[in-house]
């Protein structure tokens, strides 16, 4: 099909898979650590409006963590189906990694998400808020173990190849999680689902700000906090993510200096090198086009120092050079909507002082149009550090084109066409229903999840059929 072939087909299906699976994990770390602390200042101040709100956002937390789950399942079984070769080799390091995240994190979540969900008014507020936080920190320590897996993949350590069968085997298991990238991508990964989830806050709360004041009346208590909530995160947040932004760029400087490369469209390794902001790379002629670029700002940046010498793309052979149109341009979307971030926070700040933060329709207006943003800066930083790994999936040992499964293209071909019907049904319906949940405005007395016991049983039995009801 295309002229396509099946290494291309299975990376495109991977890339496809994660690219939906990403943005739910990530909507669920953020949103449960909201939870947490609208519940927990509900306990503490009393004030019904957190309540209001976590009753609201637990609907939405709901959807949110079923669609990450489902589409997170679907990941698993490709490492079989379309990267076995991988699975063979990383395997020894990977799957006790990823086995440590069931145990720890999502029997957690499991665990406790029960409690959460239907939980409020069947046992005690401590015992609610703790199963609160606890499905928080699951989601966190998910993050962390899928993290350091996938960071181990960037800048492995602690391992011992095989010699008989070119396998990775565990040789310093310390080494391995806390591989040298992994604090800062978590860091920057955890920082990125916050902001994400305060847009999308942002954005929602700025809809019923403009709707209310169409239909000529104030927005409920419960908009005007939620407003502030998500402005607050925004305005402390974003510079914090941009700091520790640098700090993962000066950290892939000195492991993976062909993907800074890259992501820069720097040919030639030089000092006092200049910073381009716009230009169209062209691996075939090896230069950069059309350049718009700011002198010896390119080493400032990566070196912190005007005279700091960076890579170019020159300085590596042409089959192992990452593909620098598509890191180019996704890293550049991700840092142009992370200042975007910092600007606004910074305008809601002083809106803040001068006491119109919930009046100002173009602040509203604008964030309405960010409330994806965040997740559109997750996608490009994904994006920019996984094709910034190729032509490996473990950096400098194991090439992309030895990982993939002797599977046939047709066989891909027909995988793939079902993955986008089944994706494309599934995920546009769960899109209509948050949207539709986003409609709503958050209110007094929210209703929450069901309080009382279910209608149905398993299955489609009426409940007063149940086994269990006769007995009764």
């Known amino acids: 099909?295309?002229?396509?072939?099946?290494?291309?087909?299975?990376?495109?299906?991977?890339?496809?898979?994660?690219?939906?699976?990403?943005?739910?994990?990530?909507?669920?770390?953020?949103?449960?650590?909201?939870?947490?602390?609208?519940?927990?200042?509900?306990?503490?101040?009393?004030?019904?409006?957190?309540?209001?709100?976590?009753?609201?956002?637990?609907?939405?937390?709901?959807?949110?963590?079923?669609?990450?789950?489902?589409?997170?399942?679907?990941?698993?079984?490709?490492?079989?189906?379309?990267w076995s070769q991988f699975s063979q080799k990383a395997g020894p390091i990977l799957g006790p990694m990823l086995a440590y995240e069931v145990m720890t994190a999502?029997?957690?979540?499991?665990?406790?998400?029960?409690?959460?969900?239907?939980?409020?008014?069947?046992?005690?507020?401590?015992?609610?808020?703790?199963?609160?936080?606890?499905?928080?920190?699951?989601?966190?320590?998910?993050?962390t173990w899928i993290l350091a897996s996938n960071s181990w993949m960037q800048t492995p350590r602690g391992y011992i190849i095989d010699k008989a069968t070119g396998r990775f085997l565990p040789g310093d298991w310390l080494q391995i999680i806390f591989n040298p990238s992994f604090p800062y991508r978590l860091v920057h990964m955890g920082l990125a689902a916050f902001l994400s989830v305060a847009f999308v806050v942002a954005g929602v709360a700025s809809w019923h700000f403009l709707k209310a004041r169409r239909e000529g009346r104030q927005a409920s208590e419960q908009v005007r906090l939620m407003f502030s909530m998500a402005m607050w995160m925004a305005a402390i947040v974003s510079p914090i993510q941009f700091i520790a932004g640098d700090t993962q760029g000066l950290n892939t400087l000195e492991y993976q200096p062909a993907k800074v490369a890259a992501m820069e469209g720097d040919w030639e390794s030089e000092g006092r090198a200049p910073e381009i902001l716009f230009g169209i790379p062209d691996m075939e002629h090896e230069t950069t086009h059309y350049k718009v670029q700011i002198p010896f700002l390119g080493s400032?940046?990566?070196?912190?120092?005007?005279?700091?010498?960076?890579?170019?793309?020159?300085?590596?052979?042409?089959?192992?050079?990452?593909?620098?149109?598509?890191?180019?341009?996704?890293?550049?979307?991700?840092?142009?909507?992370?200042?975007?971030?910092?600007?606004?926070?910074?305008?809601?700040?002083?809106?803040?002082?001068?006491?119109?933060?919930?009046?100002?329709?173009?602040?509203?207006?604008?964030?309405?149009?960010?409330?994806?943003?965040?997740?559109?800066?997750?996608?490009?930083?994904?994006?920019?550090t996984e094709v910034g790994r190729q032509?490996?999936?473990?950096?400098?040992?194991?090439?992309?084109?030895?990982?993939?499964?002797?599977?046939?293209?047709?066989?891909?071909?027909?995988?793939?066409?079902?993955?986008?019907?089944?994706?494309?049904?599934?995920?546009?319906?769960?899109?209509?229903?948050?949207?539709?949940?986003?409609?709503?405005?958050?209110?007094?007395?929210?209703?929450?999840?069901s309080e009382h016991e279910p209608q149905m049983a398993a299955g489609t039995t009426q409940i007063s059929h149940h086994p269990h009801h006769w007995a009764e």
């Open 106 to 143: 999502f029997f957690l979540e499991a665990g406790f998400l029960g409690v959460m969900m239907f939980g409020l008014n069947r046992v005690g507020k401590g015992l609610h808020f703790a199963s609160t936080c606890l499905v928080s920190i699951g989601t966190l320590i998910s993050m």
């Open 300 to 384: 400032l940046i990566l070196t912190h120092s005007l005279d700091g010498k960076v890579p170019g793309l020159k300085d590596y052979p042409k089959d192992i050079r990452p593909y620098s149109p598509l890191l180019f341009f996704s890293f550049r979307i991700m840092v142009a909507l992370g200042c975007l971030m910092i600007l606004v926070g910074l305008w809601s700040l002083w809106l803040r002082w001068r006491g119109h933060l919930y009046t100002n329709t173009l602040l509203q207006r604008l964030l309405i149009l960010m409330a994806p943003s965040g997740f559109v800066a997750l996608l490009c930083g994904w994006t920019t």
């Open 1 to 82: 099909m295309f002229g396509l072939t099946a290494l291309f087909l299975a990376r495109f299906q991977f890339a496809f898979t994660v690219g939906f699976h990403i943005v739910f994990p990530a909507f669920s770390i953020g949103l449960a650590a909201y939870l947490a602390v609208l519940e927990g200042l509900w306990l503490k101040t009393g004030r019904s409006a957190y309540l209001d709100l976590f009753k609201y956002w637990l609907k939405i937390f709901s959807i949110v963590f079923g669609m990450g789950v489902v589409s997170g399942l679907v990941m698993s079984y490709e490492f079989g189906t379309n």
């Open 391 to 449: 032509p490996y999936t473990v950096y400098g040992l194991l090439k992309t084109a030895d990982s993939v499964s002797p599977i046939s293209l047709p066989n891909l071909e027909t995988s793939m066409t079902a993955f986008v019907i089944v994706y494309f049904i599934i995920f546009t319906a769960g899109i209509v229903v948050l949207l539709r949940s986003f409609a709503q405005e958050p209110h007094s007395n929210e209703e929450g999840p």
